[in-house]
């Protein structure tokens, strides 16, 4: 279908990029950036090239989705460098005090946002129920939930997810009692490489878990079809954080994309959700 594209985005993901280095740090280095740039210097031109085509990017594809507000985060180190370069170098009291100001800053946002994530300082609910709803913060909580709902009865057995990263908190949550595999649909990952000895966890107890992230997606829809997964909600301070799906084994249900002692079959029920499911030899 055609994509739709909005400048909001961008302006949402450059507001994440500000509070994620603080305010100061992000209008002073992106000024630096373009400085150096117009005014030609080498000196500086490293810098500038492994943080502003980043950044750039990342904006520019937010046009069509909004970048995770981490995903360029990798620039940021000579980000920071390029900052203090531009603050400290020379003997401007003017650029000293802005270097002073943006490391304090820094600091009382990151504090803050630390604090909030932690114990809900800020308190959004008190201004808008909504805000509370879409506070970013919220992305930190209902994990250890879903690990302890995971464990109830069933320590041990082996879970599949739709992706590397759900697969990890569930491994770290449940403190290793269950092991996680991302189905062979998901993108490639570690776990891909790691050659896990799947044969030895995959069982008639084994369960699919995702969350409403992923409720949308075609390989979901396919696999819920016809059947009644049982549905988990994380809360915080009486919101809604996040909703889990758990579904039991099912015929059809997707194996893990993992290296095993035989190479892995392909037992998918249609075939867009069988497109990254290869067989694959063990490693050695």
């Not at 879903?146 to 990263?165: D, F, R, Y």
């Not at 990890?168 to 776990?191: D, E, K, L, N």
């Not at 699919?208 to 994380?234: C, Q």
């Not at 039991?248 to 035989?262: A, D, H, I, L």
């Amino acid at each position: 279908g055609a994509h739709e594209y909005s400048l909001g985005n961008v302006g949402e993901y450059l507001a994440g990029q500000a509070i994620l280095i603080g305010p100061i740090v992000w209008i002073v280095g992106i000024y630096a950036g373009l400085i150096g740039i117009f005014r030609r210097d080498k000196n500086a031109l490293l810098l500038i090239c492994t943080t502003l085509p980043v950044i750039g990017f990342f904006g520019v594809s937010s046009l069509g989705k909004v970048a995770g507000a981490n995903w360029p985060a990798f620039a940021y180190v000579a980000f920071s460098i390029m900052v203090a370069r531009y603050c400290l170098v020379g003997t401007s009291i003017l650029r000293r005090s802005v270097w002073s100001g943006a490391v304090l800053t820094s600091l009382a946002v990151s504090l803050t946002f630390t604090l909030h994530a932690q114990f809900n300082v800020l308190r959004l609910d008190r201004f808008a129920p909504e805000l509370a709803r879409t506070d970013a913060t919220n992305w930190f909580h209902g994990w250890r939930e879903l690990g302890e709902e995971i464990k109830k009865g069933h320590a041990g057995e082996a879970v599949v997810t739709p992706s590397h990263q759900l697969s990890a908190q569930i491994i770290y949550y449940t403190q290793r009692q269950v092991p996680a595999y991302p189905a062979a649909f998901a993108r490639p990952s570690q776990f891909t490489i790691w050659g896990v000895p799947v044969a030895a966890h995959i069982s008639d107890e084994t369960r699919y878990v995702w969350t409403e992230a992923d409720h949308n997606e075609p390989h979901i829809i396919d696999l819920a079809a016809g059947s009644n997964p049982d549905t988990f909600s994380a809360l915080r301070d009486g919101f809604v954080v996040r909703n889990y799906y758990l579904l039991g084994q099912r015929k059809q249900m997707p194996q893990p994309s993992q290296y095993s002692s035989r190479p892995l079959q392909r037992t998918c029920a249609t075939p867009p959700a069988c497109r990254f499911d290869q067989s694959r030899p063990s490693p050695g």
